[in-house]
């Protein structure tokens, strides 16, 4: 068989060993060292000798030390909650529209995962803090549960992320470039999301009343609680991308400060910071696991050059750049049915990226075309935390709504889905979307 078929075999078998369970970072592992004995002969001793270094060449990396840190400042933020006084701020502003207190919790999940990087996280802390006023002020189930599952989408998208930073170790990329690539994008699904509820409302009126008027004392006075949460965005990203610190160290001071924030204005204690410490340790075990399987697998495709050959088949082919993004992109929603986002990320960058790299789109440069396509992969993935049939967001909002049936909530999602495909057009045509801000303050 060619490298190309072998490739594809081993990327069958991984599939199928998805659908009966097996854990994403098991079972590429498991494919990755069978893969890698068969092209070696059968010979198990390359392997062996591979395996030696595996684990020390990728958890040595300093840049990973990013990643822990990253998830030790959620962890902060959710337990001293922060996640209220984002939701509140931005409430007392919007809350007394038509749609409002909806468009308050697309807010603050926005606020929130500028804090946080995990839309999982985001999504679990927001639906905890939004969902009981949402129903208060009697929104309906589909828009109340809609609105959020699509909102933690934005954990993700909005700097810091941790899908980006494995794909800047996976490609060699600038964390700093990608952060701040990601935050015009990210701000755009916010308002867009917001437009949405707008449109929601305006076809189906009684689905969110407007909420009490909130006096300018108290706007004021929740505007200056959340001051110090947008101080800990800005430092680290401007720390990041003004080079004044390195990721990890930008990653750090954040973690310090929401550590202390969450003390003196979210009354954590003790026990909320063992709690962080050990879900830090939880998330960081697993996402490290995900990565060795990553590792064992992609040293497999490797070996059978099966990337390298699929690329030079691909620009061989006469088809359109533009042609195969949009393939790429739709095999990206197709994967989002069967795994997490960080999953598809480790998988397929090392077979897309080279691909990518080898086409030309609007005679971008290397490193345009590598911040561009980390940022467009990064949207379409984040789909897949919405879109049925799996959707983990929907099915977290959902199982805080136990009164709301689960296909209202993928109803109510659809709206926002088709906010995110509009947007995703946008910036496939439109790259200087994602670019703009990485020309403008280049260090």
């Given at each position: 068989m060619s490298g190309i078929e072998i490739g594809f075999l081993m990327f069958g078998v991984m599939l199928a060993l998805l659908v009966v369970r097996i854990p994403?970072?098991?079972?590429?592992?498991?494919?990755?060292?069978?893969?890698y004995?068969?092209?070696?002969?059968g010979d198990i001793g390359p392997l062996l000798a591979t395996l030696k270094n595996l684990a020390y060449a990728?958890?040595?990396?300093?840049?990973?030390?990013?990643?822990?840190?990253?998830?030790?400042?959620g962890q902060f933020a959710t337990h001293g909650g922060l996640s209220n006084a984002l939701f509140r701020c931005v409430s007392a502003f919007m809350g007394h529209m038509k749609g409002g207190v909806a468009m308050a919790a697309v807010g603050a999940c926005a606020g929130f995962g500028a804090i946080c990087g995990s839309s999982l996280a985001t999504a679990a802390t927001m639906g905890q803090v939004a969902l009981p006023e949402l129903r208060r002020y009697g929104y309906s189930g589909a828009l109340a549960t809609g609105c959020l599952a699509a909102g933690g989408t934005l954990g993700i998208m909005i700097p810091p992320s941790v899908p980006l930073?494995?794909?800047?170790i996976l490609t060699q990329e600038s964390i700093g470039k990608l952060f701040m690539?990601?935050?015009?994008?990210?701000?755009?699904a916010m308002f867009g999301y917001m437009i949405v509820i707008r449109l929601y409302i305006a076809v189906i009126p009684n689905s969110g009343p407007a909420g009490p008027k909130v006096p300018w004392s108290e706007k004021l006075r929740s505007l200056f609680l959340v001051s110090p949460v947008v101080m800990v965005f800005v430092v680290v990203i401007v720390g990041i991308y003004g080079g004044w610190t390195n990721p990890t160290e930008a990653a750090a001071i954040g973690a310090a400060a929401c550590g202390i924030l969450a003390v003196l204005t979210g009354g954590m204690r003790w026990k909320g910071v063992v709690e962080s410490a050990v879900g830090t340790a939880q998330s960081s075990a697993m996402i490290f696991l995900v990565l060795l399987g990553a590792d064992m697998l992609n040293t497999g495709l490797a070996v059978s050059q099966m990337p390298a050959e699929l690329a030079t088949w691909v620009q061989g082919c006469g088809l359109s750049p533009i042609l195969v993004m949009i393939m790429i992109l739709v095999i990206y929603v197709f994967l989002g049915c069967v795994m997490d986002s960080l999953s598809m990320i480790l998988l397929t960058i090392p077979i897309f990226y080279p691909i990518v790299m080898k086409l030309n789109y609007w005679n971008m440069d290397?490193?345009?075309?590598?911040?561009?396509f980390g940022i467009l992969a990064l949207m379409v993935v984040e789909i897949g935390l919405v879109h049925p049939p799996v959707g983990m967001n929907v099915f977290i909002i959902n199982r805080l709504a136990k009164d709301v049936p689960l296909t209202d909530t993928f109803k109510g999602v659809?709206?926002?889905l088709a906010s995110d495909f509009i947007r995703i057009g946008f910036l496939l045509f439109f790259p200087v979307i994602s670019l703009y801000l990485v020309h403008t303050f280049q260090p």
């Open positions: 994403i970072g098991i079972a590429m592992f498991g494919v990755g060292a069978a893969g004995v068969y092209l070696s002969g990728r958890l040595s990396n300093y840049d990973l030390l990013v990643i822990p840190l990253f998830l030790l400042m930073v494995i794909y800047a690539a990601a935050i015009l994008p990210g701000i755009i290397a490193t345009d075309k590598s911040v561009w659809m709206p926002f």
